[in-house]
C-alpha cells in the first residue's frame, strides 16, 4: 500500500494548533479586500444594533400602552410612532444583513478562487515522485473538502460566531448601563458557563461521532463488496455467511448511534438547563424590580426578549463548534499541500534554453529513485544534433528513466545532462519542457473530443494543422470513418480507443508541438505488426531533422538508428550501429536472436 504524502494532525493539540496556523495562512487572502471585510463589518454591527433596537422599541410601546391606558388621543399619537419605529428597525436589520451579504460575497469567492488555483498550480508544480505516490481519490477528497472547509468557516464565524459575540457585548453593555449589575453578572456567568459545558461536551461527544462514522463506513464497504462478488457469494452458497457479516456491522453501528444520541441528549439537557436557570434568575430580579416600581412591565419584557434573542443563537453552539473544528482540520490539509515543497525547481539565474542544432549529452550520470535502490550507473552518451539514438534493454534496466531525467521530472544524483552546452538545472523548465516531445509508452488522454487531444500538443492549432498532424501518425483516415469523426469523446483516460489508436493520437500531438528534440519511450508498443510497420518509416521521416532518443523493447524498430546503446541493470554495456552490434556477437545480437526466433514462431503458427 502507498503511504500518503501527506498526513492528518495527530492528537487535538496538533489539531489546535494547525488550526490557528491555518487561519494566519488564509487569512491574508480575505485581507486584501480589507475595505469590503471592513464594510461587511460594520454592516454586520448595524443589524444587530438595529436588532437590538427592536426589543427596546418594544418595552417603549408595552409602557405607552400602560401609561396611557385611560387616554385615547395619547394611545393613537405616542404608539403610532413606537409601532413605525418598530417596523423601521426590523426592516433595517434586514437591510444591514443583505449589506454585509452583498459587501462579502465577493470576497468569499475571490478568496475561494485564488486559493483553489494556487492548490491547482502548485498540484501541477509537485515532482512526478509526488504524483506516483499520491492517492487520487484521497487528494480530490481533501481538496473538495478543504474548498468547502473554507466556506463553512466563513459562514459559521461571520454570520454566527462574530454576530453573536457583538450582540453578548450589547446586551451586557444595555443591562449594565440600564439596570443593576446582579442582571449583567447572571447573563455573562450564564454564558461563560453554558459555552464552557458545550464545548467539553461537545469535544466528548465527538469520539462518538467519529466512531459511527467509521463503523458506517465499514457496514458500507462490506456490503458493496459482497454485492460486488455476487457470483462467488452464490458459488460458495454464502448468504447467511454475509448477512451474518453485514449485520454484526450494523449492530455495532446501532450501539455507536445510541451513544452518539445518548452524548447529544446530555449536550442538549444540560444547555436547556443552563439557560432555563438564568431565565428564572432574570426574571425573578425583573419581576422583583416591577413589585417595587424600580422597573416597568415593560422592562420586563426587555429582558426576556433580549434573553430570547441571545439564547436562539447560542443553541446552536455546539453544532458551529463541531463544525468549525471540521473546516479547519480540512483546510489544514488543503494549506498542507500549498506547504508541500517542489522537488524539482528552477535555478534563481536560470535563463531560458537555446537550442541551436538539440544535441543531447548524458555525463556520467549515477540516478536512484530511492537511496537504497540505484537505477543508473555513470550513464556517459551522447546524440549528436540531428540524428537518432536507440536505447534498447530488458525491462527494469532504466530506458525510461533516461527520458524522465531528460525532461527533468528529476533531478541527477550524480553527473549531468546538457542540451546544446546548456545543463538542464541551469534553464527554465518551461523553455527546457518546451523544446521536448515525448510520445510515452503509456498514453493517457483526457475525456474530451480527438481533435481536443491532438491539439493540446499546440493550443490555438487550426483544424486543418490538427488534421495534418493526424495524417502524418497515419490516424486521419480512422477519425474521419468514425460517426462523429473529429468530435468523437474518446473517454475517461481514453480508454474508449484501442491502445494502437490511443498512441497514435499521442504521436499526432507531439507532431503538433513541432519540438527541437524527440524521444519515443516504447511508442510503438501498443501496435500490431503491421501497423508498426505502417508508421515506422513515418517515425523515421518525422526524426530524420530533429534530436531523437527512441527507447524500445522491439530491436526491429531501432534497426536504422544512428547508435544504438544496450542498457543493462543501469549501465551502458554496448553501443554502436545495427550491423557491429550484430557481428559483435554481444548482448544486442543476444537479443536479436531470440525475438527474431520467437517473431518466426509466430508467423509459422
Known amino acids: 500500500m502507498r503511504r500518503r504524502s501527506y498526513l492528518p494532525p495527530s492528537a487535538d493539540g496538533a489539531e489546535q494548533r494547525s488550526g490557528w496556523r491555518t487561519l494566519q495562512t488564509f487569512w491574508p487572502y480575505l485581507w486584501v479586500y ?71 460575497s465577493r470576497v468569499t469567492q475571490r478568496a475561494l478562487r485564488t486559493v483553489s488555483l494556487r492548490v491547482f498550480r502548485h498540484l501541477h508544480q509537485l515532482s512526478l515522485r509526488f504524483h506516483l505516490n499520491r492517492q487520487t481519490g484521497g487528494l480530490a477528497r481533501d481538496i473538495e473538502r478543504g474548498s468547502r ?25 444595555y443591562l449594565l448601563w440600564r439596570y443593576d449589575i446582579w442582571f449583567a453578572l447572571i447573563t455573562l456567568v450564564t454564558l461563560v458557563v453554558y459555552v464552557t459545558y458545550t464545548v467539553l461536551v461537545t469535544d466528548w461527544r465527538t469520539q462518538f461521532r467519529r466512531r459511527m462514522n467509521e463503523l458506517d463506513s465499514e457496514a458500507n464497504t462490506r456490503a458493496i463488496d459482497s454485492i460486488l462478488n455476487y457470483e462467488t457469494v452464490k458459488y460458495f452458497g454464502n448468504e447467511n455467511y454475509e448477512a451474518a457479516k453485514y449485520d454484526d456491522g450494523l449492530m455495532r453501528l446501532e450501539a455507536a448511534a445510541l451513544k452518539s444520541q445518548t452524548a447529544l441528549s446530555v449536550l442538549n439537557a444540560g444547555q436547556t438547563v443552563i439557560v432555563a436557570i438564568a431565565v428564572t434568575l432574570l426574571l425573578w430580579r425583573a419581576t422583583q424590580g416591577v413589585i417595587d416600581g424600580a422597573m416597568t412591565l415593560g422592562d420586563l419584557v426587555l429582558i426576556n426578549a433580549l434573553l430570547v434573542q441571545l439564547y436562539i443563537p447560542l443553541n446552536y453552539l455546539g ?87 531528460l525532461f527533468r521530472f528529476y533531478d541527477v544524483q550524480g553527473g549531468s545532462i546538457a542540451i546544446d552546452g546548456q545543463d538542464v538545472r541551469c534553464v527554465t523548465q518551461e523553455s527546457l519542457r518546451a523544446a521536448i516531445g515525448i510520445v510515452p509508452q503509456d498514453t493517457v488522454l483526457f475525456n474530451d473530443t480527438i481533435e481536443y487531444n491532438i491539439g493540446y500538443g499546440r493550443p490555438g492549432a487550426t483544424r486543418a494543422e490538427i488534421e495534418a498532424a493526424a495524417r502524418a501518425a497515419y490516424i486521419h483516415d ?75 523493447h522491439r530491436l526491429s524498430t531501432v534497426a536504422d538508428a544512428a547508435q544504438i546503446l544496450v542498457l543493462d541493470q543501469g549501465r551502458i554495456v554496448e553501443c554502436g550501429t545495427h550491423a557491429e552490434l550484430i557481428a559483435r556477437g554481444g548482448a544486442y545480437a543476444q537479443m536479436w536472436e531470440l525475438q527474431q526466433a520467437r517473431h518466426e514462431a509466430t508467423n509459422g503458427r
Open 319 to 405: 453544532v458551529i463548534y463541531r463544525e468549525i473544528r471540521q473546516s479547519m482540520a480540512d483546510m489544514e490539509r488543503l494549506f498542507g499541500l500549498l506547504a508541500r515543497e517542489r522537488e524539482i525547481t528552477d535555478a534563481v539565474d536560470a535563463q531560458a534554453l537555446r537550442v541551436a542544432g538539440g544535441e543531447v549529452r548524458f555525463s556520467q550520470v549515477d540516478f536512484s529513485y530511492e537511496h537504497n535502490r540505484q537505477i543508473l550507473f555513470g550513464v556517459d552518451f551522447t546524440i549528436p544534433a540531428g540524428t537518432t539514438t536507440a536505447v534498447v534493454g530488458h525491462s527494469g534496466s532504466g530506458k525510461s528513466t533516461l527520458a524522465r531525467l
Open 34 to 104: 480589507k475595505w469590503r471585510v471592513l464594510l461587511a463589518m460594520l454592516f454586520m454591527v448595524g443589524a444587530k444594533l438595529t436588532g437590538m433596537g427592536v426589543p427596546l422599541v418594544l418595552k417603549e410601546l408595552i409602557d405607552a400602552m400602560s401609561i396611557g391606558a385611560g387616554e385615547p388621543h395619547a394611545l393613537l399619537v405616542l404608539p403610532l410612532g413606537v409601532l413605525l419605529a418598530y417596523g423601521a428597525l426590523r426592516l433595517m436589520a434586514s437591510l444591514f444583513a443583505e449589506l454585509r451579504e452583498i459587501m462579502f
Open 478 to 552: 480512422f477519425i474521419v470513418s468514425l460517426p462523429d469523426g473529429y468530435a468523437t469523446i474518446v473517454g475517461e483516460r481514453g480508454l474508449k480507443l484501442s491502445g494502437g489508436e490511443k498512441q497514435r493520437v499521442a504521436i499526432a500531438r507531439t507532431l503538433l508541438k513541432d519540438p527541437a528534440i524527440l524521444v519515443f519511450d516504447e511508442a510503438t508498443s501498443a501496435l500490431d505488426s503491421q501497423a508498426e510497420q505502417a508508421i515506422q518509416a513515418q517515425l523515421a521521416e518525422i526524426a530524420r531533422h530533429r534530436t531523437t532518443l527512441m527507447i524500445a
Open 149 to 173: 472547509g473554507m466556506l463553512s468557516l466563513i459562514n459559521y464565524t461571520l454570520y454566527n460566531i462574530l454576530p453573536t459575540l457583538v450582540e453578548v457585548g450589547l446586551v451586557i453593555a
